[in-house]
């Protein structure tokens, strides 16, 4: 055999060997994929609609790789069983309780299962169990609510069109209001209005709070009612005095109401006198006559002291007098 010859075989054998280290490669990472050389438990869910998902896409536990879709098949016309291989190192976190439902690796990626929930009390999954499944949103969903969305955003754009649309009309309040120049004066107007409102409330509130600061200053009445017991103390007598006087003077208004129905009464002299016309008109003739009798009495008087039986005794009288003067002075 020439050397041509050897060297030929050799690249050949060489070949066949790096085919068969890539063959057994390959057949080691699909086999470590398909967890052909791990013990593994099998468990089903069976879902309405599957979205597309096929076998040998992976299922997801708290976003950690732990199996694979073993088998899609049919039970009947509206359920899809799929048959999972799930390892045997994560099989104990997974409760017999969870909840599979169908996912995507992305916003457009792999189809996938994913295992969520299980309580701690519940035993973990053995081969043959049965999880619960659930309805995924999922990408379908979404787009369905886009366009749902995008057919209320094309009438809420349509109606805001029409309501632009009457604004520009000047129709309905709002559109008065931005076409109407007398409003917008009014409306000019009344904001005016209002900065000065609130100017003077600002002054007011000014002036307010110097005047608590006054009432609060030491040495002024306010601040020594409020503080001083013994001003308090007399102001509340004064109140009390006042109150005393105040009842006094309502029972003597009350004894004066009294007294003045008594003065409308006929049958007292007062009331008399008051109210009686022909008691009055005696009245009034018994001092006439008392005064004509007081006038004769003098001039009886007077023609005594000139009759010479009374001259002597009057004469006394007037010496007796004039030396009680005498002896005053």
Same mark, same amino acid.
């Given at each position: ?173 709002? #559109?008065? %209001? $931005? !076409? /109407?120049?007398?409003? &917008?004066?009014? =409306? ?5 209005? @209002?900065? *000065?409102? +609130? ?71 007062? #009331?008399? %006198? $008051? !109210? /009686?016309?022909?008691? &009055?008109?005696? =009245? ?5 006559? @008392?005064? *004509?009798? +007081? ?35």
């Amino acid at each position: 055999m020439s050397a041509t010859e050897n060297r030929r075989s050799i690249i050949v054998g060489l070949f066949v060997l790096i085919g068969i280290i890539i063959l057994v490669a390959g057949i080691l990472v699909l086999g470590g994929q398909q967890n052909r050389f791990s013990r593994t438990v099998t468990v089903t869910a069976v879902f309405g609609d599957v979205s597309g998902l096929k076998a040998g896409n992976n299922v997801w536990f708290s976003g950690v790789k732990i199996g694979t879709i073993k088998e899609i098949r049919f039970r009947n016309l509206k359920e899809v069983e799929i048959a999972m291989v799930i390892e045997e190192a994560s099989r104990q976190y997974i409760r017999k309780d969870a909840v599979a439902k169908i996912g995507s690796e992305s916003f457009i990626g792999n189809k996938l299962i994913v295992i969520e929930g299980g309580s701690p009390d519940t035993p973990p999954i053995e081969d043959g169990d049965v999880l619960q499944a659930a309805t995924d949103e999922g990408l379908d969903a979404m787009m369905a609510t886009l366009q749902t969305n995008n057919k209320n955003l094309v009438e809420i754009t349509e109606n805001f069109g029409l309501v632009s649309a009457r604004i520009a009309r000047g129709e309905g309040t709002l #559109g008065a %209001l $931005l !076409n /109407d120049t007398v409003m &917008a004066a009014d =409306i000019k107007r009344m904001i005016s209005h @209002l900065n *000065q409102t +609130t100017a003077n409330t600002a002054q007011a509130s000014l002036a307010l709070n110097q005047l608590t600061a006054k009432l609060n200053a030491e040495g002024t009445l306010i601040n020594d009612l409020l503080t001083d017991t013994l001003v308090y103390g007399n102001l509340q007598s004064a109140v009390a005095q006042l109150q005393g006087i105040t009842q006094t003077a309502s029972a003597l208004v009350t004894n004066l109401n009294q007294t003045a129905g008594k003065l409308d009464d006929p049958d007292n002299a007062v #009331g008399v %006198l $008051l !109210n /009686d016309p022909a008691a &009055a008109e005696n =009245i009034r003739q018994t001092l006439e006559n @008392l005064e *004509q009798s +007081t006038e004769k009495l003098d001039q009886n008087m007077e023609a005594l002291q000139h009759n010479f039986l009374f001259r002597g005794f009057f004469r006394k009288q007037r010496r007796e007098a004039e030396k009680q003067a005498e002896s005053g002075q």
